[in-house]
């Protein structure tokens, strides 16, 4: 994986190590499994179907460790 410098305090997401500024970090994308696109007022009562369900994706904070 790519690292760069960052240019403010970060923490690893995987390791919780803490990454001071000035420091090589990479950044991870990570699913955190699906979500529906419905909120939960409008959710109806039968079934969702498979296309109202998306990959949930963010981006987090390794260290160069981590990141290699
Ligand atoms: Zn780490």
Partial sequence: M???RTM???ECHLCDLAISK???????SVSL???CTWSADQR?????????????R?????CAGCAA
Wanted: aromatic share 12%; proline share 6%; net charge positive.
């Fill in 2 to 4: 790519k690292t760069k």
């Fill in 8 to 10: 403010r305090d970060r």
């Fill in 22 to 28: 000035g420091e090589q970090y990479g950044q991870k």
């Fill in 33 to 35: 499994g699906k979500t």
């Fill in 44 to 56: 109806p009562t039968e079934e969702i179907p498979a296309w109202a369900w998306s990959d949930y």
């Fill in 58 to 62: 963010v981006k987090v904070d390794v």
